[in-house]
Nanobody
C-alpha cells in the first residue's frame, strides 16, 4: 500500500503562490501516474495536473501557465507549484497515484480576494 502525505496548503491572497508537496512511502520511480486533484465544496473533483513516470505532463486548462507539477525522485516527492493564484483555485487538493490507486488525505488551499 502506498501512503501519501500532502503538505503546503494554506491561506494566500490572490496573486500569491503556494507549493504543495506529496511525500510517498514508496519510490515514485515505480509509480506510473502521479497527479493532483482538487475539489471545491459542492463541485466535482477535478484533475488539476498529472505526470507520468516518463515525465509527460497534463494540466487543466484553467491552470495552464500558472501551475507546474514536478517530482524529486530522490525524495520520493511530487510537487505542485501554484503561481498567480485566483479565488477560484480554492479547494481541497489531493495527491493521487496509480497503480496502485492511492489518495492522500488532502490539503486545504484558500485564496482570498
Amino acid at each position: 500500500q502506498v501512503q501519501l502525505v500532502e503538505s503546503g496548503g494554506g491561506l494566500v491572497q490572490a496573486g500569491g503562490s503556494l507549493r504543495l508537496s506529496c511525500a510517498s512511502s514508496v519510490r515514485i520511480f515505480s509509480i506510473n501516474f502521479m497527479g493532483w486533484y482538487r475539489q471545491a465544496p459542492g463541485k466535482q473533483r477535478e484533475l488539476v495536473a498529472a505526470m507520468s513516470s516518463g515525465g509527460s505532463t497534463n494540466y487543466a486548462d484553467s491552470v495552464k501557465g500558472r501551475f507546474t507539477i514536478s517530482r524529486d525522485n530522490a525524495k520520493n516527492t511530487v510537487y505542485l507549484q501554484m503561481n498567480s493564484l485566483k479565488p477560484e483555485d480554492t479547494g481541497v487538493y489531493y495527491c493521487h497515484t496509480a497503480p496502485p490507486v492511492s489518495w492522500g488525505q488532502g490539503t486545504q488551499v484558500t485564496v482570498s480576494s
